[in-house]
């Protein structure tokens, strides 16, 4: 794989990853981890170098601290929810953070489950909240909510936000997602046969507004609400979710990850400050 | 004859027992190591590892013989240095039945730990975690059904083994005479009831462990 990247991160940046499939994401990903080496390279990080190949310094993956989260979870088969996460305790590191982790990711009536009995929503939080048992200053993301339905990615993608603040993490999402990509992070690179290329544009939330009076919002169905008379649709809007009531014949033909747009009448905007 | 037929059985399933302690111990690393190499030597490593399965077993104990031999100068400096006599002893015996039945433990095992997904191994690594520590906690337990065909196989076919022990260990009753050689020899003396005894131990035997493998890796499959 020819992979030709340079790349500076800043401490608490939540950066993004895309691009087509084979552009080498991964591997970069993997590169930073320590989980394959590059021919030729060099990464430091916070002052410590991880890999020169002049010199011929190498970390191992053990040493560089990092959380992984794998496409596939990797979640340990034959340990329950909580032992996966002791698992990943350091010589000496104090219990509590198993817990707090546990409750973060609302884990806690899964936690004595194995892995062959959780929904992959549920892995997926097994997975996050194991990688972070360390308290990496870096969690590396690959792909984690790809093979997740979109009311259940909306969920996680919370998660991820939440304890990307609460451990003031550094954290580099690989992702194919445009929506997911633009929704959680601050700043966007896309890679393409190996090199870093200009990150297209998310299709815009605003539609034209041809006749002049209406709004057009373009957005994607997260979750349809049953209410007894109306229904309650959760619309993710750029970065943000919108509650729309609508009837039940409008909402009759909706499904979650459906693209929808929002029309509404707008002959006198009030901007409020 | 009752307490030899006793004593023959007893030195049969204890070298049984024996060879497949230590070839846990022996095969598994053995089946790790090929497992995880990227050598060019790998083919030629499973293929010595693996002729065991297609040589006349004579070969191997021919070999063994010669090497163990005290006129040859294997067999004098493990007879000077240790005190170990290979030749017509039970530890010979070990010795025999672990390089014959060495690719009943290490192929399944080395198909177990192959087809492990990768990125177990990679997680317990970013974790922090050692290869020790990996392979004793992450991948052994999760290749259990692989390990335990692997323990009743070289079990098994140590129990049934008959061409190498013939050669190295002789006939020697309560010290290197197995069930098998007793069978033949039995037969030579025209013995047919007692051949006939120690014959159908050995089928009840065979079949009892292999229902057992497949029962339990069909009950692990569903589990899993």
């Not at chain 1, 608490?12 to 993997?30: C, H, M, Q, V, W």
Request: charged share 20%.
């Amino acid at each position: 794989m020819e992979l030709d990247v340079h790349l500076k991160i800043e401490q608490g940046e939540f950066l993004a990853i895309t691009g087509p499939s084979g552009s080498g994401k991964t591997t970069l990903l993997r590169l930073i981890a320590g989980l394959v080496q590059a021919e030729e390279g060099y990464i430091r990080s916070e002052g410590t170098v991880w890999l020169d190949t002049a010199r011929k310094a190498n970390l191992r993956p053990q040493e560089r601290h990092v959380g992984l989260v794998f496409q596939d979870y990797a979640l340990f088969p034959n340990m329950t929810v909580r032992q996966n996460l002791e698992y990943a305790l350091r010589k000496g590191q104090a219990q509590n953070i198993v817990d707090e982790l546990i409750e973060i990711t609302e884990l806690r009536e899964l936690e004595k489950r194995y892995p062959a009995r959780l929904s992959g929503g549920q892995q997926q939080r097994v997975a996050l909240a194991r990688a972070l048992v360390q308290q990496p200053r870096l969690l590396l993301l690959d792909e984690p909510l790809s093979a997740l339905d979109a009311g259940m990615r909306a969920k996680l993608q919370h998660y991820i936000l939440r304890v990307h603040q609460a451990y003031r993490l550094t954290t580099i999402l690989v992702s194919h997602d445009q929506r997911e990509v633009f929704k959680l992070s601050s700043r966007i690179i896309a890679l393409q046969h190996g090199r870093i290329c200009r990150p297209e544009l998310p299709p815009p939330v605003l539609l034209s507004n041809a006749s002049g009076s209406d709004f057009h919002l373009s957005g994607e169905v997260l979750d349809i609400e049953k209410g007894s008379s109306k229904f309650i649709i959760k619309v993710l809007i750029g970065a943000n979710m919108v509650r729309v009531e609508t009837r039940p014949e409008d909402a009759s033909n909706l499904q979650a990850g459906d693209t929808v747009t929002i029309r509404f009448n707008a002959r006198q905007p009030e901007l409020v400050r | 004859m009752a307490l030899e037929f006793w004593q023959t059985l007893w030195l049969t399933f204890r070298l049984a027992a024996v060879t497949t302690l230590l070839l846990i111990l022996i095969g598994i690393p053995i089946a790790y190591g090929i497992s995880q190499s990227r050598s060019r030597f790998k083919p030629a490593m499973e293929a010595l590892i693996s002729m065991p399965l297609v040589l006349p077993p004579t070969v191997l104990g021919f070999y063994l013989l010669i090497a163990f031999s005290p006129s040859g100068w294997l067999g004098a400096w493990l007879e000077q240095a240790l005190g170990l006599k290979l030749v017509f002893t039970f530890a010979g015996l070990v010795v025999g039945s672990i390089f014959y039945s060495l690719p009943f433990m290490v192929q399944p095992v080395q198909s177990g730990f192959e087809n492990l997904p990768p990125n177990l191994a990679e997680a317990s690594f970013t974790l922090g975690k050692s290869k020790l520590e990996t392979l004793l906690r992450v991948q052994l337990p999760n290749i259990k059904p692989a390990l335990l065909t692997g323990i009743v196989l070289s079990f098994a076919h140590t129990v049934g083994e008959f061409g190498v022990i013939l050669m190295i260990g002789g006939n020697i009753p309560g010290q290197t005479r197995v069930a098998s050689i007793a069978i033949y020899d039995e037969v030579e003396a025209l013995n047919y009831g007692m051949a006939n005894q120690y014959a159908l131990v050995l089928i009840a035997f065979a079949f009892f462990i292999l229902a057992m493998v497949y029962g339990i890796n069909r009950q692990m499959l569903r589990a899993g």
